[in-house]
């Protein structure tokens, strides 16, 4: 059973408009959550992270909101630009051991077109 | 520093045959995680290690599937037999600490694409 869901294989966006990516999980336990990027034939790369204690977290072009209620977070890049086209995975931490296990959603690829 | 290291880049192999992916960390990174990229299913977490010591291996698939790591500085996954199922991309991360949290950012390598004929 898929904890964390990105329910959007794909995206794709102009140049200078919003890219919004999703993610749904199931486990009111998670806390805390991370979004992650990745390029063709390349790993993952840590992109941003937020609380269960904060509802938003911002990084330059990068905002990560979070609704706990729905359990939904968000990855809004404003402006996009191409070199943003890349697969993102959304990723949340199991608390109970503190042992850092992560688990990640299937991810959803992006295209910004110029 | 030359990030995390993942050997060989790309495996081709029949169905059957023993697999061993490598994968050596960042150097003073204390925790190793496996990951498998599938279309399907996402980047699954395998096994994860501190301080060269098996944490969880609740999500290794099958008792195909092993994992050892020796020394700080090296690591192996290894399917016997492989079977076409297990064709995805491997990575390896790695991270100083292990609670995942702002300071234990996992670090991944650039994974091994394994097709099993």
């Known amino acids: 059973d898929q904890q964390v869901k990105q329910n959007s294989p794909s995206l794709s966006v102009q140049e200078g408009r919003i890219s919004i990516l999703n993610c749904d999980y199931t486990?009111?336990?998670?806390?805390?959550f991370l979004w992650y990027k990745k390029y063709p034939a390349e790993g993952p790369t840590f992109l941003i992270s937020i609380s269960s204690i904060k509802d938003k977290n911002e990084d330059g072009r990068f905002t990560v909101f979070l609704n706990k209620s729905a359990k939904h977070l968000s990855l809004h890049i404003v402006p996009s630009q191409p070199g943003d086209s890349a697969v993102y995975f959304c990723a949340a931490r199991i608390p109970s051991s503190n042992t850092g296990k992560l688990i990640f959603g299937q991810g959803t690829t992006l295209q910004v077109k110029p | 520093d030359a990030g995390v290291i993942q050997s060989p880049r790309h495996e081709v192999t029949e169905m059957g045959q023993e697999v061993t992916l490598r994968c050596k960390p960042i150097?003073?990174?204390?925790?190793l995680f496996w990951y498998r990229q599938t279309m399907m299913r996402g980047l699954e977490l395998l096994i994860y290690f501190n301080n060269n010591v098996p944490i969880d291996d609740s999500g290794m698939p099958e008792d195909r599937f092993s994992a050892k790591m020796p020394n700080a500085s090296f690591s192996t996954l290894k399917i016997q037999p492989s079977e076409p199922r297990d064709s995805a991309v491997y990575f390896c991360a790695s991270s100083f600490g292990l609670a995942g949290g702002p300071r234990e950012t996992q670090y991944f390598g650039p994974g091994t694409r394994l097709l099993v004929l």
């Open positions: 486990n009111s336990m998670f806390d805390y």
């Open positions: 150097s003073g990174h204390n925790s």
